[in-house]
């Protein structure tokens, strides 16, 4: 839902205003006047997670001001890992109605962060709406809304993960294996919010109790995962959980109440930790636990989300390959026998679970190589005939 004011009213005109719709949070932005020396400009702010977006003002705009806010929204989320496809969902929710609210609303909070993103403002002399290029001025808006989010938080990236995955926590629609998993879940995503609290918090270890008796669950659903689903290993189902239940419980937990689904980047730093290396498993047993996690994790959590169980084994296969490099520096050997087993274990998994995945990724190579590729299936097949 975009919020406006009565004095864009006619700028607004073209959306259909329900009273009786009610958007979440995430999905409802407000817009506010603003200026930057002698431009007027238009500031839209989440409800959510106050994340700032600027437009030009209405005098200087051809178009309806959604327009550009909807193309500078789907770049900066496509920029942070989006496709284009999820963008325009989460644009359809937004842009599917407004409301006329007062000038200056009952919402402290967002009334709170215009008054700081109206200061940084009064106060920029960058580049701005004097470019007569399209793209340096989307640029050059894009960079102001940074600017902007940056006053508020300690780093632009943090705001932008935190709207960046609220977002995916609503645009998921889980298909879980039990209704038990699917609350679970939504329970996770609750404590998105404590992400930056610390133990000198007096609500942190209850937090991190509920956070625990959480990962009891989904670990027990793991367990059952690991009987009846998981391939054949040498790893036994004891150390796979155990490996499984120190991420989870000790190092999520050691500094902020994070859980599973607050930063997939959580994973290879956990796999560089002493933690890890306390482990009586391999680097390759490791990465194969974490595997099979993933691929849990797509079926419980995640319906299946190519984007999301793309990012998680991209994220395992760089820790696997960094710690590979380190362990193998005096032994070239061993890199490459580890890089093959990680190549063979990525393609059989995209086969067996991601064609979809791995037609898109040849699809986009050049013809050259595709030929090259094909010459080598080709070649191993004649060997394997004879």
Sequence with gaps: ??????????????????????????????????????????????????????????????????????????????????????ANQ????????????????????????????????????GPLLDETDQEKLFNNLLNLSMQLAQSK???VNQLLTQFMQRVQFDLQNPVPVTAKSS???REYAKFFGDHLMTAENPEFSSVVVKIRQLNGNLLDDFKQYLRDEAEISKVTATDALKLVKTYLNNYLLQIHPLTLVSDLTNLA?????????????SLLEQVWVFEQFGKFLAKVLWAYDLDITKDYLRVLYEA?????KAESEAD?????????????????????????????????????????LKKIIDDVEQKAKK
Excluded: C
């Design 1 to 86: 839902m975009i919020s406006y004011s009565k004095q864009f009213i006619n700028n607004f005109s073209s959306m259909k205003t329900d009273p009786t719709d009610k958007p979440s949070h995430l999905t409802n932005w407000y817009v506010k006047p603003a200026r930057v020396n002698q431009f007027e400009l238009l500031l839209y702010i989440n409800e959510a997670t106050k994340l700032p977006i600027v437009i030009p003002g209405t005098e200087f705009l051809r178009v309806e001001p959604n327009i550009v806010f909807k193309h500078l929204l789907i770049v900066m989320m496509v920029n942070n890992h989006f496709t284009r496809e999820k």
């Design 90 to 125: 989460y644009l359809k929710l937004v842009l599917a109605n407004g409301q006329i609210v007062p000038q200056i609303t009952t919402n402290f909070a967002v009334e709170r962060a215009n008054q700081e993103y109206q200061g940084v403002l009064a106060n920029f002399n």
């Design 153 to 155: 938080v300690e780093s």
């Design 183 to 185: 609350e679970i879940f």
């Design 269 to 281: 730093s956990f796999m560089a930790s002493p933690l890890a290396q306390k482990s009586d498993l």
């Design 320 to 324: 696997q390959r960094s710690l590979a």
């Design 332 to 372: 070239p050997q061993l890199e490459v026998t580890q890089m093959e087993s990680q190549i063979q274990q990525m393609l059989m998994y995209m086969l067996k679970k991601n064609q979809t995945m791995l037609t898109r990724i040849i699809t986009d190579i050049p013809t050259e190589q595709r030929q090259k």
